[in-house]
């Protein structure tokens, strides 16, 4: 009669608090990656924004978003050696998914258009621009939004999709030794009963009234006559945008009180 074979016996797969250590070191590992790979790429961002001089918000948005996608890598990585069944990676999904039908397009076209603004840089944070009917210095620029401070004492936030659309117009010159000029320039009409000479002779004084030092004279150029009009256009050169504020509207008032004193002076 023979003797059954005992079978092998198999020693229990080692865990702790009942997890398997493999799994556990799987978890371990891929955290150690993921925060190393967040750490490398933030820190390679922070000095690409200061070598590029982007805005500290535009970075720290870069940042932020790539530390979503370092997590969201991570979650699924650390769900998948964890065991998690796939019924519950599927509900994650669908979760996930929905969030994202539920953001308008307009979210999302906003993301990409700034991302798309900070590659290109039409403009800076403190420069003078023009976009479409909007006119000011530019305070902020983030991934959704660009807020201008309009001469107005009004802070308008435009969605950078809608940038994209707009014609855009920066008045930045140049920039010498981090000093920037900009180039200012605007129209004034008008009407034909005042000689061309004379308006140059009344841009003349109202230019010598400009007592704050500016890099540039100003000066002006006939651009266009219509039949109802002549048009000069004014060339403005500052270093501190926020001298269009004032010299702007000093100008142009100075100029039509003059120009309604000659008329009547013609009319008599």
């Known amino acids: 009669m023979s003797t059954p074979t005992p079978e092998p016996t198999v020693a229990p797969e080692p865990s ?44 720290n948005n870069l940042a932020l978003t790539f530390r979503i996608f370092v997590l969201i890598g991570a979650v699924a990585a650390i769900s998948h050696v964890g065991g998690f069944s796939a019924d ?3 509900s994650i999904s669908a979760i996930g998914a929905a ?19 900070i590659a290109a840089r039409p403009f800076k944070v403190g420069n003078y621009v023009r976009i479409g009917t909007v006119e ?28 994209l659309d707009r014609e855009i117009t920066n008045f930045l010159y140049e920039t010498v030794d981090h000093v920037d000029l ?27 009234k400009i007592t704050q030092p500016l890099p540039r004279n ?19 050169y500052v270093n501190n945008p926020q001298d269009i504020f004032v010299l702007k509207p000093m100008i142009a008032q100075e100029m039509f009180q003059r120009w309604d004193e000659e008329r009547a002076k013609l009319k008599k």
């Open 88 to 90: 519950w990676i599927v």
């Open 218 to 236: 100003p000066c002006v150029i006939f651009s266009r006559s219509t039949a109802a009009e002549r048009v000069f256009t004014i060339y403005l």
């Open 136 to 163: 000011g210095i530019v305070t902020e620029i983030n991934i959704n939004y660009t807020k201008v401070f309009t001469a107005a004492n009004n802070t308008v936030s435009i969605s950078n999709l809608q940038i």
């Open 16 to 59: 702790f608090l009942g997890v398997p250590v493999d799994t556990i070191l799987g978890i371990i590992i891929i955290s150690i990656i993921a925060i190393s790979l967040e750490r490398i790429v933030t820190r390679y961002l922070l000095r690409f924004a200061k070598r590029t001089k982007l805005e500290p918000n535009v970075a």
């Open 182 to 208: 900009y180039c200012y320039t605007f129209d004034l009409g008008f009407d034909h009963l005042v000689p061309a000479d004379k308006i140059a002779e009344l841009f003349s004084e109202v230019f010598s």
């Open 99 to 117: 969030a994202v039908g539920f953001a308008s397009q307009k979210t999302i076209g906003n993301f990409v258009a700034g991302l798309f603004l």
